[in-house]
């Protein structure tokens, strides 16, 4: 293939997208000019993170990718802000999970008296005292209960509070949330945050897993069976701490 028609087929796959989408991302034309073999692996996954349909209701996962967006200061993907619309998204639930999205991340708070201050207030359970609060957030039900637990364990496991994020995996087993919608949620943050941080949410709800506090599905089960997960440990050297 001559330079020329290199560079005629990188114009025709971006005016494809941009025809398809209504829009074209820089990214896109870097990795097609460059790596193509990446181009082309980077929009099948896409696809298969972001627009195909999964567990959640498309109004759902709408909701929490403009949760991870705000709790991550992420002005690129305003998309979503119209796929939120698109979806019947009205301001008024709008307003509802902006709430929930800012009660996450004013989470550290709580966290901080999770340590050493806790001998000072023995009687006060930061972790019931954070599910409580955020649950009278959304008394009005402007959104249900299960989009906005979805939503927050989306932006703790993007901000990586990982304390909060085993919290709240754990009061949706209770709340009988299906996992595959719970990791459908802390999946999207693979786009906007990479894959470290998931790799650190799903280590949190490993452990939980293992605790027996939970009760999973055999699928899960199997998961936390499974011996020997984690980092490789390089000989001579102590095992990560987490």
Known sequence: MSKNEAAAGIHDTLASLQAERGYVLPHRG???????????????????????????????????????????????????????????????EAAALFRQTAWA????????????????????????????AASALNAAGDLPDETVRLARLAVHAARGRLWALEVELEAAYGADIDERRMAEAISLIIWPRGVNPFVRAAETWLRLLRSGRVSPSPAFAAWAAVDDQGPLVLEGMPAPQR
């Open 105 to 132: 991340l004013g989470a550290d708070a709580l966290g901080f008296l999770r340590g050493e201050w806790a001998p000072h207030f023995p009687g006060y359970d930061p972790a019931a005292a954070y599910l409580e």
């Open 30 to 92: 870097l990795l097609a000019a460059a790596l193509p073999e990446l181009h082309q692996a980077y929009g099948a996954m896409y696809r298969a993170l972001t627009v195909d349909e999964r567990h959640m209701t498309p109004l759902a996962r709408e909701c929490v990718w403009l949760a991870i967006l705000v709790a991550c200061n992420e002005p690129v993907g305003t998309h979503h802000v119209a796929a939120f619309r698109r979806c019947g998204g009205t301001d008024r």
